[in-house]
């Protein structure tokens, strides 16, 4: 699945990640912010599992598994411990404001300690970047939201394998593909 960078750079450059679930649509939204406006796109379940296990396997950054981790544990435990999910900005009318609708591709990059994302849809090509601590919260607001809208896709931070029982059991993640760019 790893791919080259998007043929054409973003439209725009966004600094404010919210993400949210819609029940009658079955699928998760996401909305990026600036001071300039909004722009909105749906993300399908088979997407969702991709950004993660592909995001989180250009953060960890071919670190052995239990070191991974603990990395993420580590950049996450602030947004744990508050219980809440990355800030959500309010909608603002005035500001110019724009839906991307279902997002075809996502470009992943990861250098020099940011994090960034371009969603691709037939409407248009926006960014999200972020510093890798952010980015790992970025993961984590995801993963929470699909978990609460009973998507139930297994976090790539914690695998579960059969033991010779043949039950259960938690243990480190699976080492994910890591590359300069991928596509979910």
Not at 153 to 176: E, Q, R
Request: hydrophobic residues 40%; charged residues 15%; proline residues 7%.
């Amino acid at each position: 699945m790893d791919k080259p960078a998007p043929s054409s750079p973003p439209t725009q450059w966004y600094s404010t990640f919210t993400v949210g679930y819609s029940d009658s649509e079955d699928r998760v939204w996401i909305r990026l912010s600036s001071a300039e406006g909004d722009v909105r796109m749906w993300i399908t379940r088979r997407f969702m599992a991709l950004i993660l296990q592909k995001s989180y396997g250009l953060l960890s950054g071919g670190l052995p598994p239990d070191q991974a981790a603990a990395q993420h544990e580590q950049c996450v435990a602030d947004l744990r411990a508050n219980g809440s999910g990355v800030p959500s900005p309010e909608f603002d009318p005035g500001l110019q404001n724009k839906n991307l609708g279902l997002v075809a591709t996502v470009h992943l990059n990861c250098q020099a300690g940011v994090m960034s994302w371009v969603f691709e849809s037939a409407a248009d090509s926006v960014g999200f970047r972020c510093d890798i601590v952010s980015a790992h919260q970025v993961l984590e607001a995801l993963f929470m939201r699909q978990q609460q809208s009973g998507w139930a896709i297994a976090a790539p931070w914690i695998s579960t394998t059969t033991n010779d029982s043949g039950n259960a059991a938690t243990g480190a993640p699976a080492p994910a593909s890591a590359g300069a760019a991928g596509q979910a």
